[in-house]
Structure formats: C-alpha cells, structure tokens
C-alpha cells in the first residue's frame, strides 16, 4: 500500500547544468508529520551526509527560508529549481505499508544534494500551516544518525509504536486503546490518567492479562496516554 512518495527529477550526470524540478507528489502530513512528512524527512536523513560541507549552512538557510514563506532566488546551492523536467533524470522516493510494516522504496539515481534540494521545495509547495509544521520534521531529520528505517520513523514521528493507524491517525489510535469513544470529545487529563490506569490493570499479567502480549499492550496504552496529554496541551 503506497503511504506516501516523490518523484525529484534532476540533471542528468553527464549533463554540465544542475536543475531540479518535482514530479508527482503523494505526501499527507495531517495530523503531522503525516506519511509525508515521514518521506520528506527520510530523504534529508539518508541524503545530507553526502552534501558538500560548504554547502550545509545553506541548506539550513533556505529549509528557514520555506518555513517563513520566502521568495527562493534561483538558483540556489548551484542548482536552478524549475518546472520543465525536459532531458531530466528521475528518482523516486516512497513510503509503503505492508500490514503494519512500513518500509522505504527508493530509486535514486541524482546527488545527495538533488535529493535533499527536493525534499525541501516538495516542502515549499505545502500550505503554510502544513509548512510550519513539517519544516521541524526537516530539521529533525538532519540530525539523524541511524539507519534508515523503522527506528528513523519512530524518531521523526515521535512515537513509541509503528502501527500504521497510529501513526496515520495518533488521536483516534489512542482514543480507542484506551476506551474511549473515538467520535467524542477531548478527554480530560484526569480522565485519560484513570482510563490508563484501568486498562494497565487489565493487561498486566498479575491481574489476568495474557503474558505473551502484556509487554506490547502496557507499551501501547503508555503511548496513547501521551497521545492525548499531549493533545491537551
């Protein structure tokens, strides 16, 4: 199942000019980061170690740029950003879902630095409140220093669990693991701590909870707790 993708076209090695231009674009980053904004930080993970060293100051330069809404002057980080994808190059970056595995399915074929520029202008084409919320995710990711996988998601997301519901929709996940009537209100703070607290008795396995499951569901409701307390705040 496709969660999310981007295709960033780019110049091709032979050629001496450097261009960029996007292609099609899949990326929903609401509630945030969205599958999308999981992709676009993806991309800035895996790709920012392979950009220049004069060129990483600029790179965090023009992510603040996109984040307040600039004009970009072109070009910018010696490469022009454009439309026309004419004798361009192709890579694709995407998010699947296999049951609750979510994996990485990249063709790359450009410079560290395409890839990254890409990501930053798929930003850019985001509405201003989705912006202010996904450039974070951006600058998250250029501190990764892991793999490029399961832990990145669960980094850039903020979350303890994977599950794609959650991570899809964290409010309506965490409502019905604790009990709670998914199309309500907000619960209360004090009501979501009792909640918690019931369903922890429930699955611990000194009152009766199986033990084989125990460690996953008293990880869930910790995770849904702070879903919601946090969605208060």
């Given at each position: 199942?496709?969660?999310?993708?981007?295709?960033i076209?780019?110049?091709?090695p032979a050629?001496?000019t450097?261009r960029?231009?996007?292609?099609?674009?899949?990326?929903?980053?609401?509630?945030?980061p969205?599958?999308g904004g999981?992709l676009?930080?993806?991309?800035?993970?895996?790709?920012?170690?392979g950009?220049?060293d004069?060129?990483?100051g600029?790179?965090?330069r023009?992510i603040g740029?996109?984040?307040r809404?600039?004009?970009?002057?072109?070009?910018?980080?010696?490469?022009?950003?454009?439309?026309?994808?004419?004798?361009?190059?192709?890579s694709?970056?995407?998010?699947?879902g296999?049951?609750?595995d979510?994996?990485?399915?990249v063709?790359?074929?450009?410079?560290?630095?395409?890839?990254?520029?890409g990501?930053v202008?798929?930003v850019?084409r985001?509405?201003?409140e989705?912006?202010?919320?996904?450039?974070?995710v951006?600058?998250?990711?250029?501190?990764?220093r892991?793999?490029?996988?399961?832990?990145?998601?669960a980094?850039?997301?903020?979350?303890?669990?994977?599950?794609?519901?959650a991570?899809?929709?964290?409010?309506?996940?965490?409502?019905?693991?604790?009990?709670?009537?998914v199309?309500g209100?907000?619960?209360?703070?004090?009501?979501?701590?009792?909640?918690?607290?019931e369903?922890?008795?429930?699955?611990?396995?000194?009152?009766?909870?199986?033990?084989a499951?125990?460690?996953?569901?008293m990880?869930d409701l910790?995770e849904?707790?702070r879903v919601?307390?946090?969605?208060?705040?």
């Amino acid at each position: 199942m496709l969660l999310a993708e981007l295709e960033i076209w780019h110049t091709r090695p032979a050629v001496p000019t450097r261009r960029v231009a996007l292609g099609h674009m899949v990326l929903p980053v609401d509630p945030a980061p969205g599958f999308g904004g999981l992709l676009l930080g993806a991309i800035v993970a895996s790709h920012l170690d392979g950009v220049p060293d004069d060129l990483i100051g600029d790179v965090h330069r023009l992510i603040g740029e996109v984040e307040r809404g600039d004009r970009i002057v072109q070009p910018r980080l010696r490469h022009r950003f454009q439309v026309d994808r004419h004798g361009m190059a192709l890579s694709h970056h995407r998010l699947v879902g296999d049951g609750d595995d979510i994996s990485f399915d990249v063709h790359s074929v450009g410079t560290d630095l395409s890839q990254v520029l890409g990501a930053v202008y798929a930003v850019e084409r985001l509405a201003a409140e989705h912006r202010r919320r996904i450039v974070p995710v951006l600058q998250k990711a250029a501190r990764w220093r892991g793999p490029i996988g399961p832990s990145l998601i669960a980094y850039l997301a903020g979350s303890q669990t994977l599950e794609l519901e959650a991570l899809a929709d964290p409010r309506g996940w965490a409502m019905g693991i604790l009990g709670f009537d998914v199309t309500g209100k907000h619960p209360s703070k004090r009501d979501v701590t009792a909640k918690f607290r019931e369903r922890m008795r429930d699955v611990h396995p000194d009152h009766g909870g199986a033990s084989a499951d125990a460690a996953k569901a008293m990880s869930d409701l910790a995770e849904a707790r702070r879903v919601l307390i946090a969605a208060e705040d």
